[in-house]
């Protein structure tokens, strides 16, 4: 079995992949040593402040990438292998049957 890695292809594919990293590493030791002090943060330990901001930097980059990496139903039919424009990912054959 071989593994191989895959490493984006556009800009785009390159800035979610930068977000991505960068707010997993904002939510590892060394930068958690750093927020860990005994002050308070819009009412709450900094500690805590940190964690909401890990949060929301997690959805915003899930949203970018779903955003900036999107991809159009016909292109993903193409990328599919059907041949056809508009096809259905992962469609299989071309059977007689309805879709409904």
Same mark, same amino acid.
Request: proline letters at 3%; glycine letters at 14%; a positive charge.
């Given at each position: 079995?071989? *593994? *191989?890695?895959?490493?984006?292809? *556009?800009?785009?594919?390159? +800035?979610? +992949?930068?977000? *991505? ?5 904002? /939510? ?5 040593? @750093?927020?860990?002090?005994? #002050? +308070?943060?819009?009412? @709450?330990? =900094? ?12 959805? @915003? ?5 779903? #955003?900036?990496?999107? #991809? ?8 599919? !292998?059907?041949?056809?424009?508009? =096809? #259905?990912? !992962?469609?299989? /054959?071309k059977g007689g049957g309805s879709d409904e």
């Amino acid at each position: 079995m071989s *593994s *191989s890695l895959v490493v984006p292809t *556009s800009l785009r594919g390159w +800035l979610v +992949l930068a977000a *991505s990293v960068a707010v997993f590493a904002a /939510g590892i030791w060394p930068v958690i040593a @750093l927020v860990n002090q005994a #002050r +308070l943060v819009l009412g @709450l330990p =900094a500690l805590v402040a940190w964690s909401y901001l890990i949060l929301v930097g997690c959805t @915003l980059t899930m949203l970018l990438g779903n #955003r900036l990496l999107h #991809r159009r139903q016909d292109e993903a039919g193409e990328q599919a !292998g059907n041949g056809e424009k508009g =096809a #259905r990912v !992962g469609k299989v /054959g071309k059977g007689g049957g309805s879709d409904e």
